[in-house]
């Protein structure tokens, strides 16, 4: 509500600050929260927290290779988390990793959540021939394993950073076509919609003003796991070679790096990426979890 | 039940010729096929003799003929690498990758079925809430890393089981399998458990759920009633009805243990079709990539249909003239 309720119950009004009160009440998610947050603005500021520019060679030095954590440089400092094969700082090298991973996962979700929202909203709305043929491609797609799909695309299109998030949008935008569409068909069968369909409003106008938002609590939760899904595929594809290119080396690609070493004994080349990773994708899975039970309607008190 | 068969075997060739389709337009048109069929040390007057050869002048739909009358007969090209039939290749791989991913599905009940069960039977336990944790990291964790980690565990630092490969073989009607040495099961224990870790957390989470909803259910307690054993309740009374859908999904889950094969063989060095289609797309080794992907397309539209139709047969709910 507005400034003019009741002075005494303003907070409670407010669906959003309910939404914040929920889900501040688990401390699981919010520590979730945090950690990713953290983890954004490490990736963000990599230039600024970095020790050194990881991928300008003249910084590096190949007599500091394969070094263990804690070890001195030649020039003088410390190398908190070891350095890989090329000397180059390991804890550099991951923040500007975890930039490319987070690129990669947040803008393809992004993209597909736009396409497969679309197309889930339309299929219910029009139904018939539409929703008939949205939802074959979607089952088509949903019968064959993601890293099949991308596999597919990756191998066909050749490897670079836009193929990537190409291959990760197909394969991710018909999870939130199916789920979009489920919860659209309920709502279009509400008041509201017959209003504004009464009011003769244009069906753009009814789709994305009217049905669209009362479908995006759900779809925010299917977006949280879908992040987190597509930086763990894309870590898996660049560990397999097919993802990003040597120049723009993912967290996956860092671990496929040290894989080699890890043999001789040498494991915190992929060892701290790898760790990386799984903070990045659990803490986002927990922040999930938790949005998961507060936006359910059927789970509230 | 036999026009519902022959409507849904037209819509698998249907789905086949689409992905035929789908895969020639890729290596034809957004590619140059000239470079991707042509071995690239060919000097010039070999690659105008192949073309003319290929028809790779002539026009589109009568190259996609060409391929599709390829595809059919079972030819679709040479390995440049291996001078060898890509598809002869890949069924040559294909027995390593199978007995890894069947090996995976079995262990994954092994595992899943006896946690799952005790996490229904025990809920609120400290054991129960341990289990369903670690089943939320087999779903989360990436398999690549779980397998860097186990060779980091058990190679490198325990030295208790061999890190890559796969072991010594032996031969059954010509095709060479590793679990029936003893050394090619320590080299497959590692890869099958890698591989399975995401099937474990199914199949648990699943059994759980099973579990705890056929608890409470008449039969159960009429059997309590009835003085049978605590052991026999469950594990004739309760199971029984949960094992259904278990092996409907694993059955599912098949065809997506062989397609993530791709990652554990890579990380394990496990000479399978997965292990090959990794090498092949990273040295441009094209008909390969093809011939793989024409495959895998086909067996999973084969496994598709088999489970389509085991499921009528063993669920006489499923109502076919409905489903139409």
Partial sequence: MSETAVPNHPVEESPFRRFVAEFAASKVALFGLAVFVLIALLAIFANWIGPQNPYDLAQLDIMDGRLPPGSKSVAGYTYLLGTDDQGRDMFSGMLYGLRISLAVGVGSAIFAACVGTTLGLLAAFFGRRIDTIVMRVVDLQLSFPSILVALMILAVLGKSVTNVVLALVIVEWAGY??????????????EYIEAAACLALPWRRIVFRHLLPNCLPPLIVIATQQVA??????ATLSFLGLGVPITEPSLGLL??????????????????????LLVTIVSINLVGDHLRDVLNPRLKR | MFTWLLRRLFQACFVVLAMTIIVFIGVHVIGNPVDILISPEADQAERAKIIAEMGLDRPLWQQYAYFLGGALHGDLGRSFVFNEPALKLIGGRMPATLELAVTAVLMSMCFGIPLGLYAGLKPNGILGRVIMSGSILGFSLPSFWVGLMLIMTFAVQLGWLPSTGRGETAEILGVRWSFLTWDGLRHMAMPALN????????????????VRETL????IKFARAKGLSPARVIFVHVLKNIMIPVVTVLGLELGTTIAFAVVTESVFAWPGMGKLIIDSINVLDRPVIVAYLMMIVLIFITINLVVDILYTVLDPRVRLETKA
Avoid: C, H
Avoid at chain 1, 179 to 189: F, H, Q, Y
Avoid at chain 1, 229 to 234: G, M, Q
């Fill in chain 1, 229 to 234: 899904r597509a930086i763990a595929l894309e």
């Fill in chain 1, 177 to 190: 076509a199916r789920n979009v569409r489920a919860i659209a068909m309920v709502e279009r069968k509400r």
């Fill in chain 1, 255 to 276: 671990i496929a790096n040290g894989y080699q070493y890890m043999l001789s004994g040498k494991y915190w080349i992929s060892f701290y990426p790898g760790l990386a």
């Fill in chain 2, 216 to 219: 409470p259910m008449d039969y």
């Fill in chain 2, 195 to 210: 591989l399975s870790l995401y099937n474990i957390s199914l199949v648990l989470r699943l059994t759980r759920a099973g």
